[in-house]
Structures are given as C-alpha cells and as structure tokens.
C-alpha cells in the first residue's frame, strides 16, 4: 500500500494495487454544492507498464475508466498523477508508449502547474471533451519512494548521528546489531564512498528526539538504500534515545568537478558516488543548483548559470543524479532533493553543466584542505566585478554585527535610507561582514540612530543571494527622497562563517577545571579561542562536563577569569538548556558582544559518583500512602520520576511500559497541568541515586492515583529495570503563558487549521508566521492542544486561510519535545516580516 502525503481536507483516500501492472488510487473529496453535499469520486491507474509505477494513465470519471490525451502532456501533469499514487518522481510519456486503451478519451490539454493533489485540480479541456484518438494516449513512469537519511550531531560533514525519514516524519535508528555493513550503506547513500565507513552506538553523536524509527537493523553492506535492508519494522523497537546509532563516512578530496570546459569555472558537471564519477541529468537543472556546485567548488555563486542538454559534452559511465533541486544555500549537491542516487530516466545528451564566476575563492584538496585564492579579501569586505569594492559597516549598535548601515562609495561614507528594506536587504549586508545570513534582520526609522553625511543609497532590492549591496537593484547613489530619520540598519545574529568543534580545560589546579576552551572552525583557519562568560550557568557547565566524559551532575560554572586569562577569539551569551551533548546545540554568537579578557568562563567537572540529585516538593495522595517527587529536572514540572510506598523508601520507577499515560497520572498528581504531559524513557535525567523500584504501573491516563493503575511486580532477573532505564516526565504548567487554537474556516478546530497564540497578559490572539515552521513545531502544537497520540503535519501555506490583526511570533524553532512553544527559540514576540498569507498552519492526525 502507499501512503499519500499533502491531502487537502475533507478527503480520504484509499490505494490499492490491481493485479501486477496496475495500481488505482481512489480520492473521495466531499463538494459543496447549493442544494446538497453529493459524492464525487475521482480514480487515476497505471496500465500495461512493466511494473507498478508506470503505464498507461487511466481515470474514473462518471461510472466509466478512460484514458488522457497527450496534447500538452508534460512532467508537471505526471507529476499530479505520480503524487496521487503515493510516488515522489515522475517523467511522462505520449504516443500511446504503454499501448492503445479502450473505451472513451476523458481529458484532453491537461494543463497541471505540479503542485495539484488529484488531476481534477488541473485545467483541461473538460469531460470527455477532445480531438484525440487513442495513438496519443498519456502515460507515466513514476520513481518508488526512497527513504531519505540525515547525519546530525557531528563535528564535521560526513559523521553523526543516523536519522530516516518515513512516513512524514524524521526518527532515529536504534543501535542494536548496527556494524559496518549498516554504515556502508547510510553513506552511500549520502554520496559518500562506503569504503572505510564507521558504526557507532551509545548515542555517540548526541540523543535525538522524536519516535525511534528502525530497530535491529541488518544489511549487507551492498544495499543502495536502507529500507533494503532487513529490519524490525517500522517503529518497533525496544530502544531509548541513548542507543542511537550513528556513523563516520569517509570524506577525501572533492565530490564534484567540471569537465569539458573551456575555462576554470565552467563544464560538465560530475560528483563522485560509490567509487565512481558520474554525470548528473538537467532534468529540473537551473540556477540555485548551479550555486550551490559554485560554492563546492570555491567560487562566488553570484553569476553562477546552469547549463542544460550536455552543452560541455557528453559524458559516459553512470548518471548518477537526477531531478537536482537546490534551493541555493545548501553546502554540497548532496544536501538538495533529488530522485535518488542512480535513479534517473536520462541519456548523456542530457547531462548538466555549470558557469561560474571567474572569481575563485578557494580551492580544496585531494585531501580535504582549503587553499585559499589571492583575490579573497579575508576582511570580508564584497568584491564587485567589474566595479571599485563598496564597503559596508554597522555603527550605533550596542554590540558588534548590529547597527546602523553605511557604505563606502566614492571616497565617502554615507548612510542607506529605510524605503522598501527588508531581510533580505540585511542578509546581503551581513553576508559582506562576514555573519550568517541566515540570521539577519532589517530595522527601519534610524533604529540605531541617525547617520551624517551623504546619503547613498535608497529604494534597496536585493534578493537575498547577493555577494554584495552593490549588485542589488537601488534608485542610483544619492538619488533619495529621505532624511537620516530613515536610516536603514540590520542585526546580524548568527554565528557567522564559524563551527564549534571540542572543548578543553585550561589552568585548573587539578584534574577537571579549568577555563574552557573551544575549538572554533572557520573556513581559513581552525584555532582555539575561549568562551565570554555573560549568561554563563551550570546548564552551560553541564555541557563542557558532559562533552568532556565527565558526569554532568554538580557540573559548576566560573565566570571572571577565575582559571587566568585566555587569548585569541571568542564566543558568548552561551545559552545551554543542559541536556545537549554538545555547546554547538547551544544557543551562542561569535565575538557579537563587548567581552574582556577578564570575562573568561570556567568549569569544574565532578565524578559521576559525586552527584547528588535535587529534591523537589514530594506530593502524596490522598486515597493512597504513595509519594511521588521528579527529580534532576532542569525546571520545576520535570524529572525523573521517584516514588515511596508507604515507608519503603525513595525508589526510581523502571521504565518498562511507561509512556504519556503513565505521565498524565503522574503530573495530576503532583498537581501540574496533566494535559500534553510526556513520558520518557532510558533514564532521560540521568541515574540517580536511589534504586529502581520492584514494581512498575501501567495507566490508562485517566486514574486519579498511580494506585488506581494496574501494578507489576518486576522479577529479578529483569536486567532491563536498572539504573539506565528509569522513567522520566514533563508536565505542562498550570497556566503556561501561551495559549494555541486551530481556526478553520472561522471557527476553532481541534485538529487542523490556521495557528493562533495568545499572550495570557495581552489577551488578544494572534497568528504565526510560516518562516521555520516544520514538523517538530506542530507536533508541539499538537501537544499543546491536549492530544496524547497524533501525528503532526505542517499544512502547506496555500492550504491555510489568512488570518488578520497581529502576527506575534516568527522564526519559530522547536526540538519536537517542548509542552509549549515558549520554551522554543523564536524572534521576540511580534517581531517579524511576515504576511498574513505566509500564517503557520497545522494538521494533528489522531489514533
């Protein structure tokens, strides 16, 4: 059976395969009508392929099967009728290639944009209406879903922490029986050789969050894809979150190159998979894919052109890419979407190319080392081609890489005035200085004060992309109908061109303190800088300890260069939540704050044996002499779960069938809010130091006591039940600060539709804009909502209904655990750049 993703509401669907070559999907999709709600049902099947996912397109309309006209027949209409059979590629076909059909001709000049969930979305001629015989018959070849796979957690491309994709929804692969074999295959899917490729276990790459989505894993080492390979199913597990695999795959010299050009910088474009070179198709081939080759290969991605119908020649071997979608700011072609490796309906005459600026900035190895180009200003400073350097500058700000815009043009500085500026504006400023650009923001009215001088520039309209404010479109320089009190500034608040690799100690008197140091990777050097201590706390402590193999419990933060004064760079407003395994899952900024040698941060790591857990407020029922407290949490409505019966003494409660019922139980008791409570497993709040419990409960959430649950006895040869599976809870707040509701349609939905927020104080609900807006952030929506089991979708931007009035949050950004939005990282509320018709939406499928 497959699975249909992007339905519009009010429709089921059903997918049923007939015989070998045909394959029906059935749309059922309720229509308005004046007078009734009536049924109408729309069919689509593939006949006389040779295999499932092709044939002859066949639809049901009107009692009757009939099939389509080529006349205008083109990918973006297999495209509608691929995706309505559950399948994510698609090539059409005309002249009847899969055999005349019988019976009527129902549509003719299907005109499809690819976007469509059912083919009855497309213009087309009308029923039965057409100049057609049954030569011109439609067909398609549709490509099987292949499972996407992800590393996250590493400290450099190529290794981390495995993570599939499956069913909408992003999980992670549990150690048990994970080799070599199994890594081989994850990195040949990632384009990687898998010659060489490591199995990890243990969480090596960090804890991941969400289901837990293969278990027992057996390949062969020559699979192209990990569903090949022999598993336990879909979500059957019996893992937690510390037993996430992960893998290293070898990285070596660079995995793509241009050939048959006649300069540098332009040719054929070739990656390298699985030992060998191959070419890549252009189908779907265009600009933002040419970038992102042009940032591989170390030139700017300004001018970067894509090149279709093997304009450099025809290659030979394998064609190892096809339908390539980049949107452009991807670090290498295997980061895009595309068919799947060696997946493709191409021929050499297709094969793509690239031209990219002259300009090179660098150049990589055979063994991985940047060479950097003589013409690269390592002051960040933009070049313009062709045209004098124009300079930027952020003054006025309260701390580096903010403030007010100024440029240098023609021997003078002079300001930029505020008329049409936006983000993306800010991100090219930001981009010359060297920040991410990602992370930019634009402010308007002299926000940063106003400027002197000549004002240069007005009416600014970059894309976004640009290298530099001199290649976007402007009114002319000091062409302007403005004042200083409409000077333009930017925020620049990522961590620029910079990743955090290890941690040391340095100048502690004894082993385990000392003044952290980090090391900082930039793309033309590596070195080790120190850590300012504005924000710094034991959460942050916690981490280096952690990162360190130390046990993070009674992990102490020094601030004021209490282990002696650093040198070279430095990161601040470290901001750890303390559960991360690394400080790069922290929240931090590069040398964007006034810091001081005298603000160097410390730690003082302490043996695992040494930590003593923190003792909340025990609650005890009233119906039962029970106790139960949550201990090591890093807030109030969360920990490790510890009960005492009677006088028995505090115990952790095992793990063992203990899920978000038990924890709904649980939170009531202790008296929090009990809706969206969760359950967690495999000791998610560390060890602890009483012993585990000789008994376990099992709720079904609506018991007003753990009593009032069904109680097992544990037996003592349950090796499970041990220090490292205890069970853990969050429970929501009485009254957390955020309230959520779904609107559909005008009214509130309890499963799908527009998202709204209200700020308890203010009152007034507003919407949430879409910039960010995935998965994991709706399933805390879900969750806020007080749905125990669900699946959470995000609902496309086309799919929602504007709302109107404030738009108070942007830039969300959610792990997929959190009880509430308020403990994910947003903008602050309602700063944002948003319109009403990019509103988040959310769907929330129960079972």
Excluded at 534 to 558: E, K, P, Q, S, T
Excluded at 569 to 597: A, H, K, P, Q, R
Excluded at 713 to 733: P, Q
């Amino acid at each position: 059976m497959s699975t249909v993703l992007g339905v519009r509401p009010l429709s089921k669907i059903v997918v049923t395969e007939v015989g070998r070559n045909t394959t029906v999907v059935t749309l059922r999709m309720l229509v308005s009508d004046v007078a009734q709600q009536q049924q109408l049902v729309v069919k689509v099947r593939l006949v006389d392929g040779s295999r499932a996912s092709e044939g002859r397109v066949e639809v049901f309309y009107n009692g009757e099967w009939g099939t389509v006209c080529d006349d205008d027949w083109d990918n973006n209409d297999a495209r509608v009728v691929c995706r309505m059979l559950g399948y994510n590629g698609s090539v059409s076909f005309s002249d009847a290639h899969f055999g005349q059909g019988t019976g009527p001709i129902l549509m003719d000049n299907v005109n499809c944009s690819g976007r469509e969930t059912s083919i009855k979305d497309c213009v087309h001629r009308g029923w039965g209406k057409h100049n057609c015989g049954h030569s011109e018959d439609a067909g398609v070849r549709c490509r099987t879903p292949t499972t996407p796979v992800r590393l996250v957690g590493g400290s450099r491309a190529g290794e981390g922490r495995v993570e599939v994709f499956h069913n909408g929804e992003w999980g992670t692969v549990c150690d048990d029986s994970w080799d070599n074999n199994d890594a081989r295959v994850v990195c040949r899917m990632l384009g990687y050789n898998p010659s060489g490729s490591v199995s990890f276990s243990g969480a090596r790459f960090g804890q991941g969050t969400g289901p837990i989505l293969m278990d027992n894993v057996a390949c062969s080492g020559s699979e192209t894809s990990i569903q090949d390979c022999g598993h336990r199913g879909w979500k059957t597990h019996n893992c937690g979150h510390s037993e996430d695999a992960g893998v290293r795959c070898v990285v070596a010299g660079p995995v793509v190159r241009l050939v048959g050009g006649s300069r540098s910088g332009e040719g054929r474009v070739e990656v390298f998979y699985n030992g060998e070179w191959g070419t890549v198709c252009d189908d779907s081939w265009d600009n933002n894919d040419a970038r992102v080759v042009c940032r591989m290969l170390g030139y700017s991605d300004r001018s970067a052109t894509a090149v279709g119908s093997a304009k450099f020649g025809r290659g030979s071997g394998s064609i190892h890419m096809d339908e390539v979608a980049c949107t452009g700011r991807e670090r290498s072609l295997k980061d895009c979407l595309h068919g799947g490796w060696g997946s493709n309906d191409c021929t050499h005459s297709e094969d793509a190319g690239v031209r990219c600026s002259r300009f090179q900035m660098y150049q990589m190895t055979s063994k991985g080392t940047m060479i950097l180009g003589v013409s690269l200003l390592l002051t960040l400073i933009a070049v313009g081609s062709g045209q004098p350097a124009i300079k930027a500058r952020l003054v006025g700000g309260a701390r580096a890489g903010e403030g007010r815009v100024e440029v240098f043009h023609n021997g003078v500085w002079g300001t930029v005035c505020d008329d049409d500026w936006d983000d993306n504006d800010a991100r090219v400023v930001c981009r010359m200085l060297g920040y991410d650009s990602e992370h930019a923001f634009s402010y308007s009215g002299a926000y940063f004060g106003e400027g002197t001088g000549p004002i240069l520039m007005n009416y600014v309209a970059c894309s976004g992309s640009e290298t530099s404010i001199q290649d976007c479109s402007h009114k002319g320089w000091m062409i302007y109908k403005c004042g200083h009190s409409q000077d333009a500034g930017v925020g620049c608040f990522g961590p620029g061109y910079i990743t955090l690799g290890g941690v040391r100690l340095v100048g502690g008197a004894q082993e385990g303190e000392g003044r952290v140091e980090v090391l900082q990777h930039r793309p033309w050097s590596t070195e080790w800088g120190t850590v300012c201590d504005d924000y710094w706390d034991d959460n942050d402590a916690a981490v280096v300890c952690r990162m360190l193999g130390y046990g993070d419990g009674g992990a102490i933060a020094f601030t004021s260069v209490t282990f002696g004064k650093g040198n070279g760079s430095y990161i601040g407003n470290v901001d750890c939540i303390g559960i991360e395994s690394y400080l790069e899952e922290c929240f931090w900024t590069w040398e964007t704050y006034n810091c001081t040698d005298m603000e160097d941060a410390g730690v003082r790591c302490l043996a695992e044996e040494t930590t003593t857990p923190s003792l909340p407020t025990a609650a005890t029922t009233a119906s039962a002499p029970i106790s139960v407290r949550l201990a090591d949490g890093h807030q109030e409505r969360e920990g490790r779960v510890e009960v005492q019966l009677g006088g028995s003494g505090w115990h952790s409660l095992c793990d063992d069938g203990f899920g978000d019922e038990e924890a709904t139980v649980l939170c009531r008791v202790l008296g929090y809010s009990y809706t969206g409570a969760v359950g967690l497993q495999r000791s998610y709040f560390g060890k602890g130091n009483v012993p585990v419990a000789p008994y376990t409960f099992y709720c079904n959430g609506l018991e007003n006591s753990p009593l009032e649950c069904a109680i097992r006895r544990l037996l003592d040869d349950e090796a499970d039940c041990d220090g490292y599976h205890t069970a853990g809870v969050k429970c929501m707040s009485a009254s957390g600060p955020y309230e959520v509701r779904l609107i559909k349609d005008g009214v509130a939905n309890s499963e799908e539709g527009r998202v709204e927020v209200r700020d308890r104080k203010a009152g007034h609900w507003g919407t949430i804009c879409s910039d960010g807006w995935d998965a994991r952030s709706a399933t805390v929506v879900c969750r806020m909502l007080g749905h125990s089991r669900f699946i959470a979708s995000v609902m496309e931007d086309g799919d929602v209904t504007p709302g109107s009035g404030a738009i108070y949050l942007d830039d969300v950004s959610c792990r997929g655990d959190e009880l509430s939005l308020e403990q994910c990282y947003s903008r602050p509320w309602t700063v944002h750049n948003c319109r009403h018709e990019q509103d988040a939406g959310v769907r929330c499928i129960l079972f």
